[in-house]
């Protein structure tokens, strides 16, 4: 079974069109894109960096990870939206763009890193996380992320 | 006078050229300076959001900003680094666009704030950062960093797609 007539469904998709219509309108949806980048990655680099311990290490993992959550979420949010339509402007292109499968598979193990194990855990007080555990968690949970944004970046260029 | 031939100089520069014209550079160039990007602006965006009053108000902004300086200037110098070698190899092309020139201003303000912060609010940080609610000018201080720096990364984005 081939997923071909998903991505043409969203091709010529209402949305898709009038992106594409527009020449300025794929541009101002990447500079949302990149803002709910910056609010994502710099949210998520705070609470990884500190469960390494090689930031934030005055305050509980707790405390960063629960004031950073909303910030995570909102650009969670920018991004997924402004993908989606960056995405439908470009569907077809997307289903012959070597890059991105791998975008869609760091984006789905980041997604269910974060709201399962990610989030679990950095509710736990420090000594129930354990630097070990925290090491592999904020290691895991920073390739998945930047994963996502290399690959992304890639898809301009394959 | 104008500095275009500067320009045009500087972007027909051996180095300029072969950016230009390799085919994994330029890309591996871009990618660099979006990871700095991301870094370094993730991180002032947070020690922003402090500075307004938004997340860990229970912390101090002083403990903060020393906890992620390191990290924040490693990726900033990643971004600038990168962001003069995409410069050298397409200067030609950001003379005559309005969207660098507006980048390179709100760079200037981004530098100029923090500069005036360091120099006069900044100094006196332990005496007045435990309060619940920050000196007025400290929050205008994050609100004018998160300004510029979106109107960089705006511009940017404006910049890497030709328009004007």
């Known amino acids: ?8 469904w969203w091709d010529t ?26 609010c994502l990655l710099g949210s998520v680099v705070v609470i990884d960096l500190r469960l390494l311990g090689l930031g934030m ?28 339509m960056l995405f439908s402007s470009e ?9 991105f499968p791998w975008k869609m598979l760091f984006l789905l193990l980041g997604l269910i890193t974060w709201f399962t194990v990610h989030r679990h855990i950095t509710r736990l007080e420090d000594d129930r996380i354990g630097p070990i555990r925290g090491k592999l968690l904020g290691s895991l949970s920073l390739i998945l992320w930047f994963g996502v944004a290399l690959a992304g970046r890639a898809i301009a260029f394959v | 006078m104008t500095l275009l031939p500067v320009f045009e100089w500087i972007q027909n520069s051996a180095v300029g050229t072969s950016i230009r014209e390799s085919l994994f550079v330029f890309p591996l160039i871009e990618t660099v300076h979006v990871v700095g990007l991301a870094i370094s602006v993730g991180l002032i965006l947070v020690t922003d959001l402090r500075l307004i009053g938004v997340v860990l108000t229970s912390d101090r902004p002083s403990d903060i900003m020393r906890q992620l300086r390191a990290w924040m200037i490693g990726g900033f110098v990643l ?4 962001g003069g070698l995409l ?3 397409e200067a030609a092309k950001c003379y005559n666009s309005t969207a660098f020139r507006l980048k390179m201003i709100f760079l200037l303000f981004c530098g100029l704030n923090a500069l005036l912060f360091e120099t006069t609010l900044g100094k006196s940080i332990g005496v007045w950062d435990d309060r619940i609610v920050l000196p007025q000018r400290a ?7 998160l300004i510029c720096w979106t109107g960089v990364v705006v511009c940017g984005r404006w910049t890497a797609y030709g328009l004007n």
């Open chain 1, 13 to 38: 998709s209402w949305l898709g069109e009038a992106i594409r219509a527009s020449t300025w309108a794929f541009a101002l949806i990447e500079c949302f894109h990149l803002i709910g980048m910056v």
């Open chain 1, 1 to 8: 079974m081939s997923l071909l007539p998903f991505f043409q």
């Open chain 2, 87 to 89: 410069f050298w190899s």
């Open chain 1, 57 to 84: 290490r005055h305050q509980p993992v707790a405390r960063v990870a629960s004031a950073l959550e909303p910030v995570t979420l909102v650009g969670l949010g920018t991004m997924v939206l402004s993908g989606v």
């Open chain 2, 79 to 82: 971004m600038f680094l990168s």
């Open chain 2, 139 to 145: 929050r205008w201080a994050g609100w004018l960093s």
């Open chain 1, 91 to 99: 569907a077809i292109k997307c289903y012959q763009n070597a890059a």
